[in-house]
Nanobody, 117 residues
Framework: QVQLVESGGGLAQPGGSLRLSCAAS????????MGWYRQAPGKQRELVAD???????RYADSVKGRFTISRDNAKNTVYLQMNSLKPEDTAVYYC???????????WGQGTQVTVSS
């Protein structure tokens, strides 16, 4: 089992910044990738960014150039630095870890990000 604990959400003004953190614990010996997804009201959950064990990174087109994902392997923590926030970034952000073969996906409890003036 893998446990994921997110922190860092909250309220930001348009153009502002927030930094999300996700600390992983448990059976971490075969984590294939960690990342962030988000779900806005009435919409499907979507990939924001993820980073593989080989440090390959993917971003959603909507956040490229504004968000940066990073990973501290020593702390088993993944971060999402969000700059130039827009109201359409408002959503619940979920941390995700994909582990093992066959791959199992684990989710955090979610953290609310609200971008509003």
């Amino acid at each position: 089992q893998v446990q994921l604990v997110e922190s860092g959400g909250g309220l930001a003004q348009p153009g502002g910044s927030l930094r999300l953190s996700c600390a992983a614990s448990g059976r971490l010996f075969s984590v294939n990738a960690m990342g962030w997804y988000r779900q806005a009201p009435g919409k499907q959950r979507e990939l924001v960014a993820d980073i593989s064990s080989g440090a390959r990174i993917r971003y959603a087109d909507s956040v490229k150039g504004r968000f940066t994902i990073s990973r501290d392997n020593a702390k088993n923590t993944v971060y999402l630095q969000m700059n130039s926030l827009k109201p359409e970034d408002t959503a619940v952000y979920y941390c995700n870890a994909r582990v093992g073969i066959p791959q199992v996906s684990y989710w955090g409890q979610g953290t609310q990000v609200t971008v509003s003036s």
